[in-house]
């Protein structure tokens, strides 16, 4: 730069992080473009209905479902980044519920096939969920045990060559609609964390049993199951991992969700902000666009520095996570951070928009109905908030 030169901001300009190159940019342009065409406009209909399987399939048949899985299990070979891509990119479904079940099908369900499978289990398993052929959920969560893993009831006692599980799970996601599930069981009651073990169960094998459909106060598009397990007989084939690995190798895949979680709630904060901010430049009161109040001007200032700091930790945390790190402390900040500020931003957007706000009509009261469950949903807040303190050693 010459002395002459006057260096002016440049708010509008692109701002790509340096995790991204241009082959993830090309993907994100991909995904948006399908979900605004073939998604979006079902959202409404989809918070009626829940969303149809057609779109595991159609996600399969143009490769989203497989993003960061090798060639040949038939994924895109992509780095982690392109999960962050897609996490970021289903925001603009306007979807929450569904952004949830396609998320716990790439990033919650499948990972620990991929990663702790037989060559068997991936074929069986993996294959057909990237195709979408296939629908996973995951299944940790008890009547009696959420927060404390550790204190789930679901058995898998050995007999013969075979488990039988007896247990129940709750909230589970896609569970009315799932293939398969990822069981988080105890097969030893006396071994501690040693004594975990998960599986792979079809769910429609004898004694898996879809109780009722649960209402919740958001993510309407998604189902969400209480399932019960009574006798079911597995073989031993359907053990996933190592027997009495399966506390250390949830605790893996928690990561993973919890990054992605984060990642999605980044995006969808930044998408109800652009929608409010176009809001308050056309919403008049009082002689001019209710932006023009310093007031309001100072909320989006306060929403975006909310945004990038949390994106900032995001990509930074997840570029570790790409690099080999297992950075627990810091993806736990970034899922609690993330997850606050998006329900905070959603808060805020409604205050902007007025009565207009909590109108189902302008849908930022759903917004901020969906992003409430990231402060519950894959460890809370609280959780977090201990996982980070005792990280120090206290
Ligand atoms: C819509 C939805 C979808 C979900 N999908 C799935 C799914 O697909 N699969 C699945 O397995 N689970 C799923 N969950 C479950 C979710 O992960 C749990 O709800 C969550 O982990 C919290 O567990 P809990 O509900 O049992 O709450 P609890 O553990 O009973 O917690 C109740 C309160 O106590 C606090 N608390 C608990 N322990 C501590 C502590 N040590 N210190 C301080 N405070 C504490 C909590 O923070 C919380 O505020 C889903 C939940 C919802 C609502």
Redesign the pocket.
């Known amino acids: 730069m010459a002395a002459t030169d006057v260096l002016k901001p440049d708010h509008a300009g692109a701002r790509r992080h340096f995790i991204f190159n241009n082959e993830h940019e090309q993907l994100r342009e991909s995904i948006r473009s399908f979900v605004v065409k073939e998604l979006a406009p079902h959202a409404a209909e989809w918070e009626e209905s829940t969303f149809p399987d057609w779109v595991f399939s159609r996600m399969g048949e143009l490769g989203f479902l497989g993003l960061t899985y090798p060639e040949e299990y038939g994924g895109q070979g992509g780095d982690y980044y392109c999960a962050l891509v897609l996490a970021e990119e289903m925001t603009h479904s306007n979807c929450g519920g569904l952004n949830?079940g396609i998320a716990?099908h790439t990033d919650?369900a499948t990972p620990p096939i991929h990663l702790f499978g037989t060559e068997e289990q991936k074929q069986a398993y993996l294959v057909p969920a990237i195709k979408g052929e296939k629908i996973a959920?995951?299944?940790?969560?008890e009547p009696d045990?959420?927060?404390?893993v550790s204190g789930i009831k679901t058995r898998a006692v050995r007999d013969g060559d075979e488990y039988v599980i007896n247990g129940s799970?709750?909230?589970?996601?896609?569970?009315h609609r799932s293939d398969f599930i990822v069981l988080?069981t105890k097969t030893d009651a006396d071994a501690g964390y040693d004594g975990f073990t998960l599986f792979i169960v079809d769910m429609d094998l004898p004694g898996v049993i879809r109780e009722k459909k649960l209402q919740?106060l958001g993510?309407h598009a998604?189902d969400?199951a209480l399932l019960a397990f009574q006798d079911v007989r597995v073989p031993e084939s359907a053990v996933l991992g190592q027997v009495g690995k399966g506390f250390y190798n949830i605790m893996w895949e928690l990561q993973g969700e919890r990054m992605i979680g984060a990642a999605g709630c980044v995006a969808a904060a930044q998408h109800v902000f652009d929608r409010t901010l176009r809001y308050a430049q056309e919403r008049q009161a009082f002689g001019r666009p209710i932006s023009k109040f310093q007031v309001t001007r100072h909320k989006f200032a306060e929403m975006a520095t909310k945004i990038e700091t949390a994106r900032q930790l995001n990509y930074t945390t997840a570029w570790r996570f790409a690099n080999g790190e297992y950075p627990v402390r810091e993806i736990s900040m970034a899922k609690l951070y993330a997850s606050r500020i998006a329900v905070e931003v959603a808060d805020e957007c409604i205050q902007i928009h007025g009565g207009a706000g909590y109108m189902k009509e302008y849908d930022v009261e759903r917004v901020w109905r969906d992003l409430r469950?990231n402060r519950?949903?894959?460890?809370?807040?609280?959780?977090m908030?201990?996982v980070i303190g005792k990280s120090f050693g206290i």
């Open positions: 949830m716990v919650m959920c995951l299944g940790i969560t045990a959420g927060s404390d799970k709750t909230y589970i996601t896609n569970g988080v919740k993510m998604s969400t469950l519950i949903g894959a460890g809370t807040d609280e959780v908030l201990e």
